[in-house]
């Protein structure tokens, strides 16, 4: 079993953080050919959904940087690499340094998304709550509201470059941590960063998954550091033009920009479609 892997914002998505029209028709000739194919995000799986939902992606996905994979024809979640409480501690220690504003993703027992939040500080902040809050009314709630038996996934937040490098000087020795940063949608003053436990990636989950579904070849696309690792253990790995130079520097080919359809073009072309 051949099995294409692709990476969302960056990479699938357009600049609207959306799959365009070509795109979407050319994920409809893969399922037309019976090629295979799935999504590796840094997304969790609520924030991505609406986005996947009819367009054929029927195989398990690989959530948060490989802390989740869900199972959309089971409707099943399997989690692992949780952040322990002095890792908590420690990040906690660093957003508060930076002036920043927390977002702690947690999963219940029940398998049921949070989102735990501390008062906002800035305005861009609001924004980022506001868009937690369109899509998860419910399931948005203070940080002082957060139970003790929660498993908490990974924590992110927005912020000015100062702010996420005095975040990431803090946490750089910190052995089982591993955090991921760029430039926010929000305008390019700001950046994002996001931080798990270090045995999480998506190399990792990608590995259980090919022996999950007796995958034989692995093709896969992304452009950021967060893809490196399944970068390492593909077949075939492809960057955008887009792309950050450490990608592009191991990828077997560079292709596309991921604003003109790169992605879709490549996979036409290549699988003649």
Same mark, same amino acid.
């Given at each position: 079993?051949?099995?294409?892997?692709?990476?969302?914002?960056?990479?699938?998505?357009?600049?609207?953080?959306?799959? +365009?029209?070509?795109?979407?028709?050319?994920?409809?000739?893969?399922a037309e050919r019976n090629i295979s194919y799935t999504?590796?995000?840094?997304?969790?799986?609520? +924030?991505?959904?609406?986005?996947?939902?009819?367009?054929?992606?029927?195989?398990?996905?690989?959530?948060?940087?490989?802390?989740?994979v869900w199972d959309p024809g089971s409707s099943s979640l399997a989690v692992g690499n949780f952040?322990?409480?002095?890792?908590?501690?420690?990040?906690?220690a660093a957003i508060i340094e930076a002036n920043a504003t927390p977002f702690v993703h947690c999963v219940t027992p029940e398998q049921h998304h949070y989102i735990f939040h501390p008062p906002v500080v800035h305005a861009y902040e609001q924004k980022l709550l506001d868009m937690f809050y369109s899509r998860l009314a419910a399931n948005v709630k203070p940080l002082s509201a957060m139970p003790a038996d929660v498993r908490i996934t990974n924590i992110n937040m927005l912020g000015k470059q100062p702010q996420i490098a005095t975040?990431?000087?803090?946490?750089?020795n910190e052995k089982n941590l591993v955090f991921y940063s760029g430039w926010a949608m929000e305008g390019n003053e700001l950046m994002w960063i996001d931080i798990h436990h270090s045995m999480a990636s998506k190399g990792n989950a990608l590995s259980q998954l090919n022996t999950k579904l007796g995958v034989t070849r692995v093709i896969c696309f992304g452009d950021n550091d967060n893809d490196l690792s399944m970068f390492v253990m593909a077949d075939e790995a492809y960057a955008p033009a887009n792309a950050k130079d450490t990608v592009k520097s191991v990828a077997t080919d560079v292709i596309g920009h991921h604003n003109e359809d790169g992605v879709a073009r490549f996979l036409r072309e290549r699988f003649e479609l």
């Open positions: 079993m051949e099995l294409i892997v692709f990476d969302l914002d960056g990479t699938l998505l357009n600049a609207e953080h959306r799959i +365009s029209s070509y795109t979407a028709d050319t994920l409809g000739l893969l999504v590796a995000t840094g997304r969790n799986l609520h +924030s991505a959904q609406e986005i996947l939902q009819g367009h054929g992606f029927r195989l398990p996905h690989i959530y948060i940087n490989g802390v989740l952040l322990n409480a002095a890792e908590v501690d420690h990040i906690m975040i990431e000087r803090n946490l750089v």
